[in-house]
């Protein structure tokens, strides 16, 4: 803005004007008058987080958009990055409520809704919000309305005849307004490490059941934990997904849709005597998993790029029959909206079928390949009952198999995902 106006410039001395944009972000003519008019950095903010919005399309995940338009706008400083996302985040965070809303309106209603407690920006923006923002969750709900439209749970997710069968709509909405947690899993041997790391460096943390961690969203683990392989990044309702893997020693199992292995650490984390073997449908994830496993010391397994959508698998695969098959199906993602809320406007309901399809095609091709009395975990990271106990259902009715345990997980009242996951056995 300042470069544009090169009259000022002229008549104005420049250090003068870097100064006052380095206090309050940045510098306007007025058009008329040719007196000058500061824009607060926080109404800078907030128009940076106005102009993000009505950019983006939802055609890449927001983080990566958000990256790109820093890097366009290098001088923006860290804090100036951290501030702009959280209003853009919490804009998406109230889905389909009030979205015909003027978009200042939204985003101070959802600072105000979102963020914990009173803050800086809702104390320069807007005072009397910064008030209400101190209040807890269902209180500012009852008392604030956006474009005169109160708040529902089926306004802000419209998703909810969709939901399996055990979900509350109510408590699922309004987990929806609360950012998740930061979760890690610490590896085999490692705990007393981590944990004197983290209590050393006075890091606000919470030791979770089994190996789990919780901490702050935005906490620099690669810089306070310098060995890689101490721990894993990895969503707490998808650790717990681990009680349902009963690998056993010498056992040789099938992670098939591995992505970049998140779950193929689990497996063997929790018997490093099975032989894995971890497909993905593309070569550059199998590459990914290739690092990443490497990285946390993980030996012991083979890979393949395979798709699944496709009927005989067998020339494709390194034996013809496995123990076990883990199925982390392709899917929604709905469980996991809490971390991606721009996915909650843009959804189409549509997509539900899509993947349903999917998944009945992908667990029917590879069921043909587990032993008799073999295991099979199905898992998701939706929230929907046609992904979820439908899908069930479905694979109860060929006959193949038996349902051992599992249902959903429910994440919401620990700042965690949501996922579904089931153990069979094959018959
Ligand atoms: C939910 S992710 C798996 C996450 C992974 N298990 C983890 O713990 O990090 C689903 C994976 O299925 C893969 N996928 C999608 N369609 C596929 C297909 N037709 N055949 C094989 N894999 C497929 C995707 O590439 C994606 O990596």
Known sequence: MLYKTGFILKIVNTNHIKKFIQKNGCF?????????????????????????????????????????????????????????????YDYFRLGHWALDAALEERIQK??????PGANDFLAAINPELNELAALPLERKLESLTINNSAYSAEQLFPFAQQLSAEIDIKTWASSLLKQPLLFIRVRPGKRTKVIDILENQGVDFQYLDNEAIALPQGTNLEQLILDKDWYEIQDLSSQTTMQLLTPKPGEYWWDCC????????????????????????????????????????????????????????????????????????????????????????????????????????????????????GSF???????????????????????????????????????ADSMFAVRFRKK
């Open 28 to 88: 306007v003519v007025g058009k008329t008058s040719c007196t000058f008019a500061a824009m607060t950095r926080w109404e800078n903010y907030q128009g940076s987080a106005v102009k993000i919005i009505t950019r983006y399309q939802g055609d890449l995940p927001l983080h990566h958009y958000l990256k790109q338009f820093f890097k366009q706008h290098p001088q923006m400083g860290s804090r100036d990055r951290k501030w702009i996302s959280r209003l853009v």
């Open 110 to 115: 959802a600072v105000c809704i979102c963020e």
């Open 258 to 373: 591995a992505a970049s292995g998140g779950k193929s650490i689990l497996l063997k984390d929790k018997e490093p005597g099975i032989k894995l073997f971890a497909s993905d449908i593309r070569p550059s994830i199998i590459q990914n998993l290739q690092k990443r496993l490497t990285a946390a010391k993980v030996s012991g397994f083979q890979t393949g790029v395979i798709d699944l959508n496709q009927g005989d698998l067998a020339s494709l695969l390194p034996r013809k029959q496995f123990d076990g098959i883990l199925l982390d199906a392709p899917c929604s993602g709905s469980g996991t909206w809490g971390r991606t809320p721009e996915n909650l406007v843009y959804f189409e309901a549509e997509k539900i079928d899509y993947y349903a399809d999917l998944q009945w095609k992908i667990a029917t091709n590879v069921l043909p390949y587990i032993k008799p009395g």
């Open 377 to 415: 975990v199905y898992i998701t990271c939706s929230v929907f009952a046609k992904e979820n106990e439908q899908m069930v259902t479905r694979l109860l009715d060929t006959g193949l198999l038996e349902k051992e345990s599992g249902g959903l997980i429910d994440g919401s009242a620990k700042r």
